[in-house]
């Protein structure tokens, strides 16, 4: 099966521009997450969709970040206006019931 | 709130030695316990999970609940087991429905490095 697609894989932006990412998860699978890995960190989850509804967007800064799954297949994640701390790899990953979720590359994003 | 610790930032050891790589975890409830691996630039993949009882690639890791641990164990390295190690945790039983399934949640890694 092809794998969680993700790009672009690296994004290079100055302090209060905005950038977007995008995300086709596995076919049919039903659950799409948003992580964000810092450096010498492990992957934080942003937001969780089933479908096209928000499960979990507890951690999210919404202040800045927001992510739609508007048709329940491609997501994408934004964030407006960028900070330096947001520099990490964005992570995508989806899973269906009792499937262990699969991730795609990410997305280095580096605010400079 | 879930926790899950891995108090190794590195760890090296020698071809053919044994390895361990240390996961704690807090949590009130039952959890399911996975291990994933990223090797040199692929994607964060499933290692194996606690439910499955399998070893992959020689690597067995065991859920002991009375010292809320999954360490990650091979009795002889191999230097392609070089990579960084997750350890992640998922609340169980939550259907798809329900609130945060399949959330995981990971600790900070473990850099592996195994010398020829």
């Known amino acids: 099966e092809a794998g969680v697609a993700q790009s672009p894989r690296y994004k290079i932006i100055e302090k209060r521009q905005s950038v977007a990412f995008w995300c086709n998860p596995i076919?049919?699978?039903?659950?799409l997450y948003w992580y964000q890995q810092i450096l010498g960190q492990g992957p934080k989850l942003l937001i969780q969709f089933q479908n096209n509804g928000v499960v979990d967007d507890s951690q999210l800064p919404k202040d800045r970040f927001s992510a739609e799954r508007l048709k329940g297949v491609d997501s994408t994640l934004k964030i407006q206006p960028a900070k330096l701390e947001d520099s990490a790899v964005y992570l995508c990953a989806s899973g269906s019931n009792n499937s262990p979720l699969h991730f795609g590359n990410g997305t280095r994003l580096t605010v400079t | 709130a879930q926790r899950v610790t891995q108090p190794e930032k590195l760890l090296s050891v020698f071809k053919g030695a044994p390895v361990e790589l240390k996961c704690n975890y807090s949590?009130?409830?039952?959890?399911?316990l996975f291990w994933y691996v990223q090797y040199s630039r692929q994607r964060l993949q499933l290692l194996l999970r606690?439910?499955s009882r399998e070893s992959i690639k020689g690597f067995t890791a065991d859920l002991n609940k009375g010292e809320t641990s999954f360490h990650l164990k091979k009795p002889f390295a191999q230097e392609e087991d070089s990579a960084m190690y997750y350890c992640?945790?998922?609340?169980?039983?939550?259907?798809?429905?329900?609130?945060?399934?399949?959330?995981?949640?990971f600790g900070q890694g473990t850099i592996l490095t195994v010398h020829p």
């Open positions: 076919s049919g699978h039903a659950t």
């Open positions: 949590y009130s409830g039952s959890p399911e």
């Open positions: 992640a945790l998922k609340r169980a039983g939550q259907n798809a429905g329900g609130t945060s399934y399949g959330k995981l949640t």
């Open positions: 606690h439910i």
